[in-house]
Every structure is written in C-alpha cells, then in structure tokens.
Nanobody
C-alpha cells in the first residue's frame, strides 16, 4: 500500500501564490510519475501538472506559465508552485502517484486532497 500526504492548501487573494507539497510512502519499488489534479464543485477532475521519473513535465492549458511542478526523486516528493492565482483556480487539489510496488505491478494512488480557495 502507498500513502500520499498533501500539504500547503489554504485561502489566498487573487494574484497570490501557494506551494503545495505531497510526500509518498509505503510499498514503493519505483515511482513512474507524480502529479496534481484538481476538482472544482460541479466539475470533473482535471489534470493540473505531472512530472515523470526523468523530469519531463506536462501542464494543463489553464495553468501553463503560472504553475510549476517539481519532483524530489530521492524523497518521493512532489511540489506545485502556484503563482498569479485566479478565482477559477479554486478547487480541491489531489496528489497522484503512479507506483510500481514490485518490478511488474503498478497502480495509481491518490491523496485525500487539499483545498485551495482564491478569493478577495
């Protein structure tokens, strides 16, 4: 079993910044990729940003240029620096990790989510 623990959400004014962090622990043979997804009320969960083991990144169109994802492989951690936040960024942000628990078996794991609210 793999556990993901998120931190760093909160209330911020428009134009402000937050840093979200996520740490993975448990039965980890190798992490393929980690990322952040978000879900606003009444909307489907969407990809915000992902980073693979080689450092390759992918961003959602709405956050490109404002958010930066970073991964610390040795610590099984990922962070998301969010800048120039907008009210439409308000959502619950979920950490995701695609993990090999053995050399052949992998699965997707999710954190419990952290609330980000952008409001004046």
């Amino acid at each position: 079993q793999v556990h993901l623990v998120e931190s760093g959400g909160g209330l911020v004014h428009p134009g402000g910044s937050l840093t979200l962090s996520c740490a993975a622990s448990g039965s980890i043979f190798r992490i393929i990729a980690m990322g952040w997804y978000r879900q606003a009320p009444g909307k489907q969960r969407e990809m915000v940003a992902t980073v693979n083991a080689g450092g390759g990144t992918n961003y959602g169109d709405s956050v490109t240029g404002r958010f930066t994802i970073s991964r610390i492989n040795a610590q099984n951690m990922v962070s998301l620096q969010t800048n120039s936040l907008k009210p439409e960024d308000t959502a619950v942000y979920y950490c995701n990790a695609r993990v090999y628990s053995t050399s052949t078996n992998w699965d997707d794991y999710w954190g419990q989510g952290t609330q980000v609210t952008v409001s004046s």
